[in-house]
């Protein structure tokens, strides 16, 4: 049985993404143009998205990764944050580009954002390919925005459900009968 069984439906085709992930990448390179950002990728789910939205921007940049612990293999945020793999470099005045794959209760970024405000970077956003409507439980501002989607999980393009689905190359919701317990 392929991957693509267990897909109920796909939200946003490839092309879709594609599109928009360069629309982003014209903006970013007009609005840093000289300014030589840090593009700081949060592991694993935006790895696919860092990597197609660095090949979308024209202007000199530079790129890092940080791995965060989420939900395990459950569906839903907990709230505890935990660095599993920081940044190679200090930040100290430089600007910033937080690139996120879903803000969903927004509390992962907003630890986050907190932790990297403490190391005073010149300037700190965000670019978030997916954003679910109406359930951030904390204020976000999100400079960039690549789609925003109704409150359920969805999976691919970088996104897991219990580390499967991360190689589709669209966003897609799963049938129920995909979600097993994790037992
Ligand atoms: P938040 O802290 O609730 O905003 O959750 C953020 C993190 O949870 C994201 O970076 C994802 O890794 C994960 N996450 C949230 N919603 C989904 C989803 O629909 N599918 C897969 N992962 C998700």
Known sequence: MGLADDVDEILIPEEVLQDRIRELGKRISAEYNSKEPLLVGILTGAFMFTSDL????????HVD??????????TESSGIVRILKDLNQS???????????IVDSGLTLNYLLKNLRGR???TLEVCALLQKKGIQRVPLDLRYVGFEIPPDFVVGYGLDYAEKFRNLPYIATLKPEAYTDPA
């Open 91 to 101: 930040i100290e005045g430089r600007h910033v580009l937080l690139v996120e794959d």
């Open 65 to 74: 990764f940080m791995a965060t612990a989420s939900y395990g293999s459950g």
């Open 120 to 122: 005073r970077p010149a």
């Open 54 to 61: 660095l090949r979308a921007i024209s202007v000199p940049c």
